[in-house]
């Protein structure tokens, strides 16, 4: 059976990504900071799953706990076919009020957690011509309003994908991005209420900063995140619409500035 480990699986889109890895065959290693979290998390996929399912605590910002979370994976299955890089944080704020050591834990999170975690599955993926996939952000295409370090990170991410894709084809292992738009959740305009400046609209309270896009089910994500790493896939965009959008702007920054402050603003 094949491998998927998948990093920030304990919860949300993580968790949803390792469940559609699980019932398609493939045993999945669980990866997040809270081993509570995670023992849950797998006994949620161990009862709806036949393939076998491990929980590993890991804190995938830090070299030393990457370096023996792939080194128990070497020794527990002796091989690796997805890497899937899921972990991830957001913001809210203004470009002004950003604060160093505020940009510094969004990179921490968002890209160094990715570049760590792939550069240690590489030779275990380049034995199984296997795929890494990156979660990212629309926040990795385009710089919205409000967002605070987040996009920052997310473009990052971005060219880090691209950069791996092209380095390690010729070894057989396959990298590619997925960005959807804001996913559905429990606390969805409100987890950012503590955080947010009293100056800022309410929109920056709402996923995406006030963007227009309806919430994307985590399953939904999850089935196109299989497929892509099923299809070896360069990058996705969700909704689908928005890559036309995302072009439009690249070709032409004022229109594209134009049309995200549309797709920004206060909802009525």
Known sequence: EPVALITGGSAGLGLAIAKH???????????????????????????????????????????????????????????????????????RGLIEDLAPDRLQRLIEVNLLSALLCTQKAIHLLEESQGVVLNIGSLASKVGARFIGGYAIAKHALAGLTQQMRLELKDRGVHVGLLSPGPIQRHDAGSRYSDQIDKELPDQA????????????????V??????????????????????LLIGVG???????????????????
């Open 222 to 243: 999850a089935s196109v995140a299989f497929g892509m790493v099923q299809k070896r896939q360069p990058d996705r965009v969700l909704p689908s619409y928005l890559r």
């Open 205 to 220: 309270k709402q996923p995406g900063g006030g963007t227009r896009v309806g919430g994307l089910s985590p399953e939904y």
């Open 250 to 268: 690249h070709l032409s920054p004022r229109l594209g500035d134009w049309l995200l402050m549309k797709f920004t603003s206060n909802k009525t």
């Open 21 to 91: 890895f699980s019932t398609s065959g493939y045993r999945v290693v669980l990866v997040g900071r809270k081993l509570e979290l995670l023992e849950s998390a797998k006994a949620k996929l161990s009862t709806a799953c036949q393939s076998s399912v491990q929980a590993y605590a890991c804190d995938v910002t830090e070299p030393a706990q990457v370096e023996e979370l792939f080194e128990f994976v070497k020794s527990e299955f002796k091989q690796l076919d997805v890497l899937v890089n899921c972990v991830g944080e957001s913001d």
